[in-house]
């Protein structure tokens, strides 16, 4: 994680990359787990705007898109390959 962004200004961006796989989850027929990285997401974001919950937010993004991942099928095509490249999510996976 790169410690030289402060919580405050990585933290939109991580929420909506998380958003964006929640999406992902949900067009994959997976709506029980996309509920849940959402909840825990919005929890997360409405309440800890500091270095613990941008770390929650990272293993919330981490899971999110190991679950795409797991489920990867014909949506890769449409052009979900972006997240790899995705600031967040190289920051997730240091």
Known sequence: MDSSVSPTESL???????L???ADLEHRGLRP??????????????T?????????????YARASRMVQ???GPLES????????HPA??????
Do not use: C, F, M
Not at 52 to 58: E, I, M, P, S
Not at 78 to 85: F, I, P
């Open 48 to 60: 800890s705007w500091d270095e613990r919950g941008q770390r929650r937010l990272h293993q919330v």
């Open 89 to 94: 999510a190289r920051a997730a996976s240091r």
């Open 78 to 85: 449409r052009g979900t390959a972006w997240r790899r490249n």
């Open 33 to 46: 787990d996309a509920v849940r990285v959402r909840a825990e997401a919005t929890k997360v974001y409405s």
């Open 12 to 18: 939109p961006a991580l929420y909506r990359a998380i």
């Open 20 to 22: 964006d796989l929640v």
């Open 70 to 72: 797991e489920h990867d």
